[in-house]
């Protein structure tokens, strides 16, 4: 055997550059299922059977393809429990000259599988990831210099870099950003008749792995019974056309807005089968683009759409790389709180957090409002620690793969980077969730209240951050006005937030009844 091509559960694309120059006579695919990916974080349910369905019709078109593969499944009975022991293993037996991969998504698989090559004296070549826009290199070089990284700059390199809504040297329509029309709520009438998801019905190869995960998981996270994601690319392809076609044209206006049991909405739910790299980010840019184009999608969404896509996702990708391993350890806030248990049920009396949990669990999916100012604020303004906030977030989503989480995780989210993500603390009191969603109707809290027995528990946090952090607080320009409000409060109204901050933190506020199963 010359070379063995390793491909990891988030590298299933066939043109990938790990496959250049292969040699069907000479080479051959390398890939594990192993527990290790799905219990170093406690990995729900949905999303560990999407990897492993994705992986396992990934297999028969490699196979339809000519390429011969060596594959492993986690009911091996030899099976070795981790990537590195399995590669180890199969070394041993396959003995070829060489192993060359597409560079990995996370940093701790590339160490470990750099440490067995190494072990074993064989060279590992890793290769550019092509699948992305901008390669780490030019991240690299984007950042050297600049005092502070926006995301926005970046952005608007990428758009002239790429030719992408560009017009002679300019933004079509004159704006690189439609943000301020894009953050529209509902209203009284609610979103009417949000077209279906796609389902992706399980076929015998997915209905396996549910059965597999059901029996080797069972304790862990999340439901199977309605999985339907799109597990191939032809499926990923599906899901990309209806969303332009039945979403996009009200994607922008409805981006920030949250209705209860309605977890779809305008959003693509793109965002696994680009992770998985079932789909490739040009084909997706390319078809909103076209979408304005042929006028079936108004420019604020198209870009709005774009922006996430060219803008976000490579930038995140890019602090991920340049800042690794150190990344992980950020804990500017000296946040130290346990995340509370009912993260991982839904078990909670919060409106707002129940139902972000619950459509979490039930389908490895929330929109990114709901994850940056539901549960992603909560658990900022209690002061949990971010490699708890990270294990979490890291588990229960199907798109969650580790360069793309842990930078929204520990920096958009929890500011645990100290500003390098995103420019200022996401804070906000109940107020925020009032405007953007009707769940506080239906709860047993009061947004406006920040002490007392039916004080909403994000306002009383709220108050407390601003409490705890106001040194720092106040020397920040887009937060120092908030701080400023902290000086209507007397003391005793102080006291009375602390005191209930203190009672949620132990656990006596917010906790739910138990309505859902065991697993759930
Ligand atoms: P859409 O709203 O339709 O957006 C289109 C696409 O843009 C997405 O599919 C995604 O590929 C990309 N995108 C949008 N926002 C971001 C962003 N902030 N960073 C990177 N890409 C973005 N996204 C993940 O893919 N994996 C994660 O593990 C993940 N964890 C997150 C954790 C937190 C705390 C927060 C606040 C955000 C996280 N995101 C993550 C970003 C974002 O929330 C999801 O990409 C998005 O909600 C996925 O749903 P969608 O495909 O319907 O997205
Ligand atoms: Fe959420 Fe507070 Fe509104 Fe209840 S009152 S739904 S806890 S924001």
């Known amino acids: 055997l010359r070379t063995l091509v390793v491909v990891l559960g988030d590298q299933l694309d066939l043109e990938a550059s790990g496959f250049d120059g292969f040699d ?41 393809a000519g390429r011969a593969l060596h594959y492993t499944r986690l009911e091996a009975p030899d099976n070795a429990g981790s990537l590195a022991a399995q590669l180890q293993a199969d070394l041993t037996r396959l003995r070829p ?10 940093w701790r698989v590339l160490k470990a599988l750099q440490a067995v090559a190494q072990a074993s004296g064989l060279p590992l070549e890793v290769r550019e990831d092509r699948h992305f826009f901008c390669s780490v290199r030019e991240f690299a070089a984007h950042a050297r210099g600049r005092k502070s990284l926006r995301m926005e700059y970046f952005y608007r390199e ?33 979103p009417g008749a949000v077209p279906p998801r ?14 597999l995960v059901d029996t080797r998981l069972a304790s862990h996270p999340g439901r199977l019974d309605g999985f339907a994601w799109p597990v191939t690319r032809a499926q990923a392809q599906q899901a990309l056309q ?47 683009q076209a979408a304005w184009q042929d006028g079936s999608a108004p420019l604020a969404s198209v870009e709005g759409f774009i922006r996430q896509i060219l803008g976000w996702r490579e930038y995140v990708r890019g602090i991920y790389w340049t800042r690794m391993p150190a990344y992980l350890e950020g804990n500017a806030l000296e946040a130290r709180e346990d995340l509370p248990a009912w993260y991982w049920t839904g078990r909670t009396d919060m409106a707002c957090l129940r139902d972000t949990l619950a ?36 588990a229960v989503y199907v798109d969650a793969v580790e360069w793309v989480e842990l930078p929204n995780t520990l920096g958009m989210s929890q500011y645990a ?36 027995e039916r004080a909403c528990p994000f306002t009383t946090l709220y108050w407390d951050f601003l409490m705890r952090h106001e040194t720092m607080l106040a020397k920040h320009p887009r937060v120092a006005l908030q701080v400023k409000n902290l000086a209507r409060l007397d003391d005793g109204q102080k006291r009375a937030v602390q005191d209930r901050a203190a009672a949620i933190r132990r656990g006596e506020v917010g906790v739910g009844p138990e309505t859902r199963p065991a697993n759930l």
């Not at 309605?262 to 078809?287: D, T």
């Open 198 to 211: 796609p389902r992706f019905e399980p076929d015998a190869v997915t209905r396996e792995v549910i059965t």
């Open 359 to 394: 459509q979490t669990l039930e389908h490895g999916y929330a929109h990114h409002i709901q994850r940056l100012m539901v549960t992603g604020l909560y658990a900022l303004m209690l002061g949990v620690e971010p490699r708890q906030v990270h294990a979490w977030y890291l």
């Open 242 to 288: 209806a969303f332009i076609r039945e979403r996009l044209p009200r994607f922008g206006r409805y981006q920030d807005a949250m209705w209860p049991a309605e977890p779809w909405l305008y959003h693509s739910h793109l965002s696994a089968a680009l992770n998985l790299k079932l789909l490739n980010p040009r084909e997706v840019v390319a078809a909103a």
């Open 417 to 452: 980077d100290g500003g390098l993500m995103g420019s200022k603390p996401y804070i906000a009191t109940g107020k925020y969730i009032e405007r953007m969603s009707p769940y506080c109707k239906g709860c047993r809290y009061d947004p406006a209240q920040r002490s007392g």
């Open 24 to 64: 069907a006579g000479l080479d051959a695919v390398w890939m594990a299922e192993v527990a290790q990916e799905s219990t170093h974080v406690w990995s729900s349910k949905p999303r560990t059977v999407l990897f492993l369905a994705a992986m396992r019709h990934f297999a028969l078109a490699l196979q339809a």
């Open 158 to 190: 990428q758009r002239q870099r790429q030719q992408v809504l560009m017009q002679d040297d300019g933004p079509v329509g004159g704006q690189w950003n439609f943000d301020a029309d894009n953050r529209e709520a509902f209203g009284a009438a609610g």
């Open 97 to 106: 000259a060489r192993l060359v991969m597409t560079a990995p998504g996370d």
